[in-house]
């Protein structure tokens, strides 16, 4: 998936629990996001990160939190799950075509 | 507000059958218009990128097309393996970081 990689692929957490998500990428590109999708939302933006240290929200952040120390790193933390956040989430990064998107995290709060 | 719609929500279609999915939009400045498709399981896979009203891009058995309110992607001759889910997705001049905003997707169902 032209050098993107999310993990951990599948998660089941507590409600209350913290959650970390990870995306990687090898590509060097400066901006990152983070979206959710969900039936009949489509895919929405958490956060995104314009460089190392420099993030900015989206339309759905609240309960969400981002990290990017390295380049090629961008975290995505659910500081204390509910079962709200339970969807897909889709890493990706912005070529001059459009996005390219990582294979997704399918995360199941219970 | 922007906004990208896409009708319709699901297609069926027999195989050699042809078609075509809407995305209209409400943005404030299009810097350009996103297809994509997605598998189940997957995350979506770019298929074209347009710029300007009257442009046009083919794949395959995919065109699309885009005039200043919507844009179409048609399916000449469907087979089995174009089964997916068809995303569009619009970037406005005003966004910040690039962002794009997405439809809900047309669910494309190719029958044998």
């Known amino acids: 998936d032209a050098g993107i990689t999310q993990s951990p692929r599948h998660k089941v957490t507590e409600t209350g629990t913290p959650v970390t998500l990870r995306c990687h990428q090898t590509?060097?590109?400066?901006?990152m996001y983070w979206y959710r999708q969900d039936p009949g939302h489509g895919l929405r933006l958490i956060h995104y990160?314009?460089?190392?240290?420099?993030?900015d929200k989206g339309e759905v952040s609240d309960g969400y939190s981002v990290s990017r120390s390295k380049t090629e790193d961008f975290l995505l933390t659910l500081e204390s799950a509910t079962s709200s956040q339970t969807s897909v989430y889709f890493c990706a990064i912005s070529a001059n075509y459009g996005y390219t998107f990582g294979s997704g995290t399918r995360l199941t709060v219970v | 507000e922007d906004q990208v719609t896409q009708s319709p929500e699901a297609l069926r279609l027999q195989e050699g059958e042809s078609s075509s999915l809407n995305c209209s939009y409400t943005v404030s400045g299009l810097r350009g218009l996103f297809w994509y498709r997605q598998d189940p399981g997957k995350g979506p896979e770019f298929l074209f990128t347009?710029?300007?009203a009257g442009e046009e891009k083919e794949k395959e058995r995919l065109k699309a097309t885009l005039t200043k309110k919507e844009s179409f992607l048609h399916i000449t001759a469907p087979k089995p393996e174009d089964s997916a889910t068809y995303l569009c997705a619009v970037q406005a001049v005003a966004n910040t970081g690039n962002q794009f905003y997405f439809g809900t997707g047309t669910s494309l169902t190719v029958i044998p």
């Open positions: 347009l710029y300007s």
């Open positions: 990160s314009y460089g190392v240290k420099d993030t």
């Open positions: 590509e060097n590109h400066r901006y």
